[in-house]
Nanobody
């Protein structure tokens, strides 16, 4: 059994900062890519940022220069530092991880439960 628990959301004023975290736990053999996605009301879920197992990163154009994704492999945890937040960043943020469990050679995608980020103007 593998699960992701994400946390760190909240209410912040425009221009402020938040740091999200997502910890994977359970019978984990290895973790490949990890990432953050978000879904605003009435919109489709969209990619925010991803990070590979070697640390290569990729960002959506809307967050480049403001958000930073990082991971701590020893803790099976991925972070998203969000600075200079804007009202349009308001959404539920979900972490995602591609994981090989102890019981299989296959890779599976897991999602966190989501954490709400609200940016007021």
């Amino acid at each position: 059994q593998v699960q992701l628990v994400d946390a760190g959301g909240g209410l912040v004023q425009a221009g402020g900062s938040l740091r999200l975290s997502c910890a994977a736990s359970g019978s984990i053999f290895s973790i490949n890519a990890m990432g953050w996605y978000r879904q605003a009301p009435g919109k489709q879920r969209e990619l925010v940022a991803t990070i590979s197992s070697s640390g290569s990163t990729n960002y959506a154009d809307a967050v480049k220069g403001r958000f930073t994704i990082s991971r701590e492999n020893a803790k099976n945890t991925v972070y998203l530092q969000m600075n200079s937040l804007k009202p349009e960043d308001t959404a539920v943020y979900y972490c995602k991880a591609v994981i090989r469990s102890d019981y299989s050679t296959r890779l599976y995608t897991y999602w966190g439960q989501g954490t709400q980020v609200t940016v007021s103007s």
